[in-house]
């Protein structure tokens, strides 16, 4: 027992040693982490309070200038993507298309990973050819459907783009953009437009029954008539005597 005795009275004189050397350091790191922890805490609380007063004007809002308001006052809360959307519908609904798809573009670069993002580039998509920029509008709803395939808006942008080839008088192409959604998306409300679509367009071209075919190497089109052989007659002449 006078062993163990001994050591836990080392032990505890070594703390107290520890202690009176590095007590200022410690009490600085002790100091150092209640502020952390304190502004940790009071970085929360306003975010909440800022974001609890976002979403009250979001919902009190009912015009233009309204959702400007909420933008411009609590930008990069989810009121104001939500504001965003709202402002270029109804500037959609004025006639102002440009101008939605700019506020639309915000909502894009303000909030890359937002979850109503596809439904964002929709809309673009639909403004552009709205305004007569089909080829533009094509461009569009192609990206929205490559870039996430798994989205609900990528066969709805496929078959959105297939109504403008058509639209174009460019049944081969639509035909062929109904095909990859009734192929990729079977089942769907989607491939069931696409379907419908299908029987409206002009059928492809027929193969005539009797069309020449491209001759391949060693084919008998692709072979050369051999060279006449000259054939010697038997005379005919009386012998001589």
Not at 31 to 56: C, D, K
Not at 156 to 169: C, G, R, T, V
């Amino acid at each position: 027992m006078p062993a163990l005795n001994a050591q836990t009275s080392d032990a505890a004189l070594d703390a107290q040693v520890f202690w009176v050397r590095h007590r200022t350091e410690i009490a600085a790191a002790i100091v150092v982490l209640l502020l952390a922890v304190i502004a940790i805490a009071g970085w929360r609380f306003a975010r909440e309070r800022r974001e609890t007063a976002a979403s009250a004007a979001f919902a009190a809002a009912k015009t233009a200038g309204d959702y400007q308001r909420v933008i411009s006052r609590y930008d990069g809360t989810p009121a104001a993507a939500g504001a965003y959307l709202l402002l270029a519908e109804d500037q959609r609904n004025a006639g102002k298309l440009a101008d939605a798809n700019a506020t639309l573009q915000r909502f894009i670069d303000k909030f890359p990973h937002h979850e109503l993002l596809s439904t964002a580039r929709m809309s673009m998509a639909a403004n552009l050819d709205a305004m007569g920029k089909h080829d533009e509008a094509v461009a569009a709803y192609q990206q929205i459907a490559s870039t996430d395939p798994g989205s609900f808006n990528a066969p709805l942008a496929l078959i959105a783009e297939a109504q403008i080839l058509q639209a174009q008088k460019r049944d081969g192409d639509a035909r062929r953009v109904c095909e990859t959604v009734m192929t990729q998306y079977g089942r769907t409300y989607a491939a069931a437009e696409a379907a419908q679509m299908l029987r409206s367009l002009k059928p492809p071209p027929a193969q005539p029954p009797n069309a020449p075919r491209a001759a391949t190497p060693g084919s008998v089109g692709n072979r050369q008539p051999a060279p006449a052989t000259a054939s010697v007659a038997p005379s005919t002449s009386p012998a001589k005597p």
